[in-house]
């Protein structure tokens, strides 16, 4: 099937402690993206990746990092996690970015940062 | 400042009904709009993808309208069904902003029987 998984589905943790989601697509999509969504203030694009070796900022990378090692991965880092990271966070890919292509969307995983 | 508006926040519509949901945004110059649904608990589906070229996008009982010059796009949807039932969310990709979409805060629709 199809898919963009994320792990882990749901995570409390503490200020300042390291951690990554992973994020993985089966469809051999060049793209990939990472979003947050948070009340009132709907989806925000945080790093997008459109190839291999190949990311780029969105529009809040801050407190974010990424990388793209491989095509199929592209996990979402934060270093020193802080209470304003608390979100719901949704990784996509599409075949070639989304100028003509639908994006897929992973189930989201649910941070919260105490 | 580039944004996509989408209002109403809520809307509640009787089974069968016809409806409209809008979706505005704040400059003309883009390249593609985008309309998803997203359900609880869930991530997104897309639903229907309209090019800056064309006025408008069909599937199903769907219907996606674009005015560049007004700055308005409608998702119309055809005889509502209570498994339509989402918030649904409208992007925008502003030319210019390579691969960024702008994404408005969406309309919660709620198709009761």
């Known amino acids: 099937e199809a898919q963009v998984t994320q792990n882990p589905r749901y995570l409390i943790t503490v200020t300042g402690k390291k951690l990554t989601v992973t994020c993985s697509q089966n469809?051999?999509?060049?793209?990939m993206s990472w979003y947050r969504q948070d009340p009132g203030l709907g989806l925000r694009q945080i790093y997008y990746?459109?190839?291999?070796?190949?990311?780029d900022k969105g529009d809040v990378p801050e407190g974010y990092k990424v990388s793209r090692k491989e095509k199929r991965n592209f996990p979402l880092i934060l270093e020193s996690p802080s209470p304003n990271q608390t979100s719901l966070y949704f990784c996509a890919s599409s075949p070639f970015g989304v100028a003509y292509n639908e994006q897929f969307f992973g189930p989201g995983t649910r941070l919260t940062v105490l | 400042k580039q944004e996509v508006t989408q209002i109403p926040a809520a809307l509640s519509v009787p089974e069968g009904e016809n409806l409209v949901l809008n979706c505005s945004f704040t400059?003309?110059?883009?390249?593609?709009l985008q309309w998803f649904r997203q359900d609880p608990g869930k991530g997104l589906t897309s639903l229907l993808l309209i090019q800056s070229s064309q006025r408008e996008q069909t599937s199903g009982r769907l219907n996606a309208s674009l005015d560049k010059s007004s700055g308005r796009s409608t998702l119309y949807i055809a005889a509502s069904q209570p498994g339509d039932s989402a918030t649904y969310l409208c992007a925008v990709l502003y030319t210019g902003t390579a691969s960024k979409l702008t994404f408005g805060t969406g309309t919660r629709l709620q198709v009761t029987l």
């Open positions: 400059d003309s110059a883009i390249y593609n």
């Open positions: 990746s459109m190839n291999v070796e190949v990311t």
């Open positions: 469809m051999n999509h060049e793209y």
